[in-house]
Every structure is written in structure tokens, then in C-alpha cells.
């Protein structure tokens, strides 16, 4: 448990604007809901929205916007209001039961002051079957002026009776020409570069700057040289010096891109292309590829990917070892 660790902004990211009105004039016209439920992509911003939505719940002036000034808004901007509330993993771990137990008893006792109180829960889907249960019942008997605000990753399973609890507001992507333009105002790099960085984080503008700002399309430049090597010299030692343990879930993202367009180019699909600036690299790789194959090397990286995520004792040299074996005698040389 903790007070919520935003740093406090006055604009909202573009794309979140038309939430945050639904949601206000929801409230404002008595239709608010004591528990949102928030599910979104990673790198879309969604925690601001929800820190926006929660200073306007803690504001002591009804406006469409917080108004800065009163004394909750201040408590709130320096991150002490004693009545907003944060659950959220500690140290990686999934939300405990004592955790859940300890915001039901913070809740339950009066404002201090003497508004309203929120509770910003991180990572929903990280709730373990017991502590679900003990926020489920507190949302099942909600407390007067006491709101809620879940945060749940779209691609996570979330309990059901948790999701039937709550209103529920499913974050969109923003279309590509709104990311483009919100990212040209925030990096100089070329249209180019803005474009394919947008395309590789999958249309999520905060991803995509953050690719541009730590130099990921050179080191994926760098990494798809190393990646011909390893093609034409079939061997793994070519690649595997490439991962890097800070990027390698996005490293292998970029390459199980690669194969999806490659088969899309075995099969004459033009449009959907996430590796548009490497379309010469993947004809000449596809000159002794076959669908099948294509099918066979993108399983293998799927299940590379997987083990990374899932097996964080075994060392992910040997994961990556192994993957990479598999496409040299399963695919290259079948």
C-alpha cells in the first residue's frame, strides 16, 4: 500500500482526452461508478488517465478540471493526500491478501479529510485468488464516497467477479495519425524513424518515444545484421552476443515481426507490414523460405518468448540457445 507515485501533469495525452470527459460528465451528472475498471495496452498512458480522473475525484471545486489550488488538489499534486490510496505488486510479487485487507480498513474509517477517498490498484490481474476475493467483497458493499480506480493490463485474464464489479472502460490504441502527429511534437527525429518506431511498438505512442529517446532502431538495426549472419553462417554464436537482458523481450518481438512479414510476403499480403523499412532484407531471406518453415521458425519464437516470461530461474542464454538451434535444424536446414 502507498500514495500514488504519478508526477502530476496538467495536460492529458491527446488520445485520452474524450475518457476523461465521458468520465467526469458521468459523475457530475450522478451516474458515477464507485469502481473503474481501466484496461489498456502497455505504452498508451492509461495511469494518467487514472491519475487525472482521481484528482478531479479529490478536488473540492466542481469543474469539468481539478482546479490546482484548493488544498486537496495540493496534497494531491505532492503525491501526500492522506485519502488516496495505492495497491499495486511490491518487489514484483503478486498483490497479497494482507495487502487488499489493509486498504479495506484504511477505507473504512472517515476522510481525513472529510471528501472523498480513492484507491488507484495497479496491475489488477495481479491479484492473487484470496486478496481478489477480499477487495471483491468491499466492492460488493461500496462505502459512501469512496471510489476505486483498477488498472489491468488488456492482454492479462482478470477474475471475472471483479470485472462484473466494476465499470469497465477499455483504452484504445490511438489512430496512428494522432500518434505521428503527438510524437513529431515531442522528438525531431525523421518522419521515417517516427513511423517505423510507432510500427514496431504496435501503435503506442509512449512506447514508441521511449524507443526513439534510448536509440532501439539502431540497436534493431544492428541486431537484424547480426541476424543475416547468423542465417547465412548458421550459427547461433552470430546472434546470441546481440540480446540484451534490458531489451530482449522486444528484441525477440522484433524478430517474430520479421517472420510474420515474411510469411505475409510469402503469401502476397501486402498491407499490416510492421518491418516496412527491411522489405529487401526479407525478400532475399525468403528466397529459400517456405510457409511451412515460416509457420515452424515463428513457433519456435513464440515459445522462446513464452519460457522467457514464464521460467525466470533457468538462464535465458540457454532459452535463446536452444530457440535459436531449433530454427538453424527445424527450418534453415530442413
Given at each position: 500500500?502507498?500514495?500514488?507515485?504519478?508526477?502530476?501533469t496538467?495536460i492529458?495525452?491527446?488520445?485520452l482526452?474524450?475518457?476523461?470527459?465521458?468520465?467526469?460528465?458521468?459523475?457530475q451528472?450522478g451516474?458515477?461508478?464507485h469502481?473503474?475498471?481501466?484496461?489498456?495496452?502497455?505504452?498508451?498512458?492509461?495511469?494518467?488517465?487514472?491519475?487525472?480522473?482521481?484528482?478531479?475525484?479529490?478536488?473540492?471545486?466542481?469543474?469539468p478540471?481539478?482546479?490546482?489550488?484548493?488544498?486537496s488538489?495540493?496534497?494531491?499534486?505532492?503525491?501526500?493526500?492522506?485519502?488516496?490510496?495505492?495497491?499495486?505488486?511490491v518487489?514484483?510479487?503478486?498483490i497479497?491478501?494482507?495487502?487488499?485487507?489493509?486498504?479495506?480498513e484504511?477505507?473504512?474509517?472517515?476522510?481525513?479529510?472529510?471528501?472523498?477517498?480513492?484507491?488507484?490498484?495497479?496491475?489488477a490481474?495481479?491479484?492473487?485468488?484470496s486478496?481478489?476475493?477480499a477487495?471483491?467483497?468491499?466492492?460488493?458493499?461500496?462505502?459512501?464516497?469512496?471510489?476505486?480506480l483498477?488498472?489491468?493490463?488488456?492482454s492479462?485474464p482478470?477474475?471475472?467477479?471483479i470485472?462484473?464489479?466494476?465499470?469497465v472502460?477499455?483504452?484504445?490504441?490511438?489512430?496512428?495519425?494522432?500518434?505521428?502527429?503527438?510524437?513529431?511534437?515531442?522528438?525531431y527525429?525523421e518522419?521515417?524513424?517516427i513511423?517505423?518506431?510507432?510500427?514496431?511498438s504496435?501503435?503506442?505512442?509512449?512506447?514508441?518515444l521511449?524507443?526513439?529517446?534510448?536509440?532501439?532502431l539502431?540497436?534493431?538495426?544492428?541486431?537484424?545484421?547480426?541476424?543475416?549472419?547468423?542465417?547465412t553462417r548458421?550459427?547461433?554464436?552470430?546472434?546470441?552476443?546481440?540480446?540484451?537482458?534490458?531489451?530482449?523481450?522486444?528484441?525477440?518481438?522484433?524478430?517474430l515481426?520479421?517472420?510474420?512479414?515474411?510469411?505475409?510476403?510469402?503469401?502476397n499480403?501486402?498491407?499490416?507490414?510492421?518491418?516496412?523499412?527491411?522489405?529487401?532484407g526479407?525478400?532475399?531471406?525468403?528466397?529459400?523460405?517456405?510457409v511451412?518453415?515460416?509457420?515452424?521458425?515463428?513457433?519456435?519464437m513464440?515459445?522462446?518468448r513464452?519460457?522467457?516470461?514464464?521460467?525466470?530461474?533457468?538462464?535465458?542464454?540457454?532459452i535463446?540457445?536452444d530457440?535459436?538451434?531449433?530454427?538453424?535444424?527445424?527450418?534453415?536446414?530442413?
Amino acid at each position: 500500500m502507498g500514495k500514488f507515485n504519478f508526477v502530476m501533469t496538467a495536460i492529458i495525452y491527446p488520445w485520452l482526452q474524450s475518457y476523461y470527459e465521458r468520465i467526469t460528465a458521468a459523475f457530475q451528472q450522478g451516474y458515477g461508478h464507485h469502481a473503474l475498471l481501466f484496461r489498456a495496452e502497455q505504452g498508451i498512458g492509461a495511469d494518467q488517465l487514472i491519475h487525472a480522473v482521481a484528482n478531479w475525484l479529490m478536488c473540492q471545486h466542481s469543474s469539468p478540471r481539478p482546479c490546482g489550488e484548493c488544498h486537496s488538489c495540493r496534497l494531491f499534486a505532492a503525491g501526500n493526500h492522506p485519502d488516496v490510496y495505492q495497491l499495486a505488486p511490491v518487489e514484483n510479487k503478486d498483490i497479497g491478501v494482507d495487502q487488499v485487507r489493509e486498504i479495506n480498513e484504511k477505507v473504512s474509517q472517515r476522510a481525513q479529510q472529510n471528501g472523498n477517498k480513492a484507491v488507484y490498484v495497479q496491475s489488477a490481474e495481479r491479484l492473487t485468488e484470496s486478496a481478489a476475493n477480499a477487495l471483491l467483497k468491499t466492492l460488493e458493499e461500496p462505502r459512501p464516497n469512496t471510489y476505486f480506480l483498477l488498472n489491468a493490463d488488456l492482454s492479462s485474464p482478470l477474475m471475472t467477479t471483479i470485472y462484473s464489479r466494476c465499470q469497465v472502460w477499455l483504452i484504445n490504441t490511438p489512430s496512428e495519425q494522432q500518434a505521428l502527429n503527438w510524437l513529431q511534437l515531442h522528438n525531431y527525429s525523421e518522419i521515417s524513424e517516427i513511423q517505423t518506431a510507432l510500427r514496431i511498438s504496435y501503435g503506442r505512442p509512449l512506447l514508441a518515444l521511449h524507443c526513439l529517446e534510448q536509440g532501439w532502431l539502431e540497436k534493431r538495426r544492428e541486431f537484424f545484421r547480426a541476424f543475416w549472419l547468423f542465417y547465412t553462417r548458421r550459427s547461433p554464436l552470430e546472434l546470441l552476443p546481440l540480446f540484451d537482458k534490458e531489451l530482449i523481450l522486444q528484441q525477440v518481438d522484433w524478430l517474430l515481426a520479421f517472420l510474420s512479414d515474411a510469411l505475409k510476403d510469402k503469401l502476397n499480403i501486402t498491407s499490416g507490414w510492421i518491418c516496412r523499412d527491411l522489405i529487401r532484407g526479407i525478400q532475399q531471406f525468403n528466397e529459400r523460405q517456405t510457409v511451412a518453415g515460416l509457420l515452424t521458425a515463428t513457433k519456435i519464437m513464440q515459445k522462446v518468448r513464452s519460457d522467457l516470461v514464464q521460467i525466470n530461474a533457468v538462464n535465458q542464454e540457454l532459452i535463446l540457445l536452444d530457440g535459436l538451434t531449433r530454427l538453424i535444424t527445424e527450418v534453415f536446414e530442413h
